[in-house]
C-alpha cells in the first residue's frame, strides 16, 4: 500500500512504474503479433477443411503460451535470461546465443514502444482508472499495428474486445459520457464502410478491409462520436504522406496494397490522449 501511495503522490515514479511494466509487455505483445496470425491461419484451415467435410488436419499444439518461444533457426528455447526486455538483446547482440543466427531488431523496439506508451500515458492520465484502461488500450493499438504492417489484417480476436472494454470504460464517463461513446462507436463503423462501398462502386476494386471499420469503430468507442474527425485526419494524413514515400522508395506501382491499420492507431492514440483539446482548439468548444 505505501509503495502504491508513492505512485500516486509522484508523477515520475509512475511514468518509470508503468514504463517498466509496459516493457514487460511488449515482450508479451512480440509473441502475440507473431503467434496469433498463425493461430488464425490454422484456425482457417480447420473451417475449410470441415466445410469441404474432411477432417482437419491434427497438429501440434499453437497458442499464445505452447510451445516455449524458440530461435527459428536452431530451434534453441529461449531461456528466462535471454527473455529480459531489450537487455538481453544487448547482452546477446542482437543474436541467438546458440547459433549466433541475427534477431530482429524490432523486438526490442516493440518492448521499447510498450514502454514508451505505458509512460505516455501515464503522464497524461496520472494515478487513475483512466490510465489503467488507457494502458491496455495503447497496448492493444501496438499489437494490432504490428499485426496489420505483416499480414495487412487486424483479428477480431483484438478489435471487437477493445470496442467493448472501451464502451465499458465510458459507462463511468472515463473519457466521454456513454452516449458519444454509443455513437462513436456506429459512426466509426459506418464513416469507413461508406467510403469502401463509395471506392468499390468507383474503382471497381477494394480499398480496405473489414478490419479496419472494427478499428476505428473501437476508436470511437473510447473518445466518442467528436473525436472522430481528428482521428481521421491524423490517420488519412499520415497514410497518404508515408505511403507516398514508401512507394516512391519502393518502386511499387500505385495498386499496392497498403495497411492502413497502423494509421488509425497512431491516430486512436493521439484521439485517446489530446481529441478533446484538439477538437474544443478547433471549434472553440466541445459538442454535447
Known amino acids: 500500500m505505501e509503495f502504491l501511495e508513492v505512485l500516486r503522490q509522484s508523477p515520475a515514479m509512475l511514468m518509470v512504474a508503468v514504463g517498466l511494466v509496459g516493457l514487460c509487455i511488449g515482450s508479451l505483445l512480440n509473441v502475440v503479433i507473431h503467434r496469433l496470425p498463425k493461430m488464425m491461419e490454422a484456425d482457417w484451415r480447420d473451417e475449410c477443411a470441415s466445410l469441404d467435410g474432411r477432417e482437419p488436419t ?19 528455447p529461449i531461456t528466462a535470461l535471454q527473455n529480459i526486455p531489450v537487455v538481453s538483446w ?21 518492448e521499447i514502444l510498450g514502454a514508451a506508451l505505458a509512460a505516455l500515458v501515464a503522464w497524461r492520465f496520472g494515478y487513475s482508472t483512466a490510465l489503467a484502461y488507457a494502458l491496455v488500450y495503447v497496448w492493444v493499438m501496438l499489437a494490432l499495428a504490428f499485426i496489420d504492417f505483416d499480414t495487412q489484417l487486424l483479428p477480431d480476436d483484438l478489435t471487437l474486445p477493445l470496442l467493448w472494454l472501451g464502451l465499458i470504460a465510458n459507462v463511468a464517463g472515463t473519457y466521454t459520457d456513454l452516449r458519444s461513446a454509443v455513437l462513436g462507436a456506429v459512426g ?21 478491409g473489414f478490419g479496419d471499420f472494427k478499428l476505428l469503430a473501437a476508436i470511437g468507442a473510447w ?5 472522430l474527425p481528428v482521428v481521421i485526419v491524423i490517420s488519412a494524413g499520415l497514410g497518404a504522406v508515408i505511403g507516398s514515400i514508401v512507394l516512391a522508395l519502393s518502386k511499387k506501382g500505385v495498386d499496392t496494397r497498403i495497411p492502413f491499420g497502423p494509421y488509425l492507431a497512431l491516430g486512436g492514440v493521439a484521439a485517446l490522449l489530446w481529441g478533446r483539446e484538439a ?5 472553440g468548444r466541445f459538442p454535447a
Open 58 to 76: 491434427p497438429r501440434e499444439t499453437y497458442n499464445l503460451f505452447t510451445p516455449r518461444s524458440a530461435c527459428p533457426q536452431c530451434k534453441a
Open 223 to 227: 473518445t466518442g462520436w467528436q473525436v
Open 188 to 208: 466509426g463503423y459506418m464513416i469507413l464502410w461508406c467510403v469502401y462501398w463509395a471506392f468499390r462502386l468507383i474503382a471497381k476494386k477494394e480499398g480496405m
Open 90 to 110: 544487448l547482452l546477446l547482440r542482437g543474436k541467438c546465443a546458440r547459433c549466433a543466427a541475427p534477431i530482429s531488431a524490432r523486438y526490442p523496439m516493440v
Open 279 to 283: 477538437v474544443t482548439a478547433w471549434l
